[in-house]
């Protein structure tokens, strides 16, 4: 049974969909250590009676959990728990879920802030869209913000996002939160987002922005991320400080059939 103080954090809204509000519970008592490393969840009948919905929204929740890397399903033992937490003292930029960045410096203790360096709205030219895979002529707003984490700046974030997409970002939701705009604003479901890792030195603009010798060796993380319809309405470029970079990387292999 779920701690008594965990009970009563799920709040059904017509704008968000259950598979999305039943992951989101879930994963907040996964953190908080209702539910510990290699425990198994409730079953998928207990949890539809928790949340009163049907068999799909909960099963639809488990696999985006799944995905993230804080269950796994076990063949005839229910869905266990994989997550752990960041060991004690660890930092880091971490690249393996969908966590914002406020999410992330909250698990860390530490205080985040955002300085918006960066406001327009373009359309895609060939360059963009050659680079990011939006169509050309897509009508973009194009951030850049300075993460800061407990004073320190971390990372350098450029973004094009969709306004196909994504209608509304205003300079203040840019730096209060986009996705907070985009799942509880206009009720988008944020699914997946395909990443590259890379190193680069961090030149002359990132070097001073991140208080780093321009010749020190940044991380570039390209993100392009996409909804529940399948289309992308976002890329990130982020150019994340060495000293808070961390990558977690979820890797399956797939069945194969023994000889």
């Not at 510990?36 to 949340?51: H, I, K, S």
């Not at 860390?108 to 680079?131: I, M, Q, Y």
């Not at 944020?190 to 890792?197: A, C």
Request: hydrophobic residues 35%; contains cysteine.
């Amino acid at each position: 049974m779920r701690p008594r103080s965990l009970q009563a954090t799920y709040r059904p809204s017509s704008s968000i969909s259950g598979a999305t509000w039943v992951a989101a519970a879930l994963r907040r008592e996964i953190r908080a250590g209702a539910y510990p490393f290699q425990g198994l969840l409730p079953t998928e009948a207990a949890l539809c009676e928790r949340f009163s919905c049907s068999h799909a929204p909960v099963r639809r929740a488990l696999a985006l959990l799944a995905q993230e890397g804080y269950v796994q399903a076990r063949q005839g033992r229910g869905v266990t728990v994989i997550w752990q937490p960041e060991q004690a003292g660890t930092q880091g930029y971490a690249t393996g879920g969908l966590d914002t960045f406020p999410e992330i410096c909250a698990a860390r203790g530490l205080t985040p802030k955002t300085r918006l360096l960066t406001f327009e709205r373009l359309f895609a030219d060939d360059r963009v869209a050659a680079s990011t895979g939006f169509t050309p002529g897509t009508p973009l707003v194009h951030l850049l913000r300075l993460r800061i984490a407990s004073g320190k700046p971390v990372a350098v974030e450029e973004t094009y996002t969709s306004e196909t997409e994504v209608p509304g970002i205003t300079p203040e939701i840019a730096v209060s939160g986009t996705y907070r705009h985009i799942e509880q604003t206009l009720g988008m479901e944020i699914l997946t987002s395909k990443r590259t890792l890379s190193m680069r030195r961090a030149g002359v603009q990132d070097g001073a922005l991140l208080n780093l010798d321009p010749m020190t060796y940044i991380a570039l993380v390209e993100s392009h991320t996409f909804a529940s319809t399948g289309n992308q309405f976002e890329v990130i470029y982020s150019r994340q400080h060495p000293e808070f970079f961390s990558a977690r990387i979820l890797a399956t292999r797939p069945h194969r059939k023994r000889p």
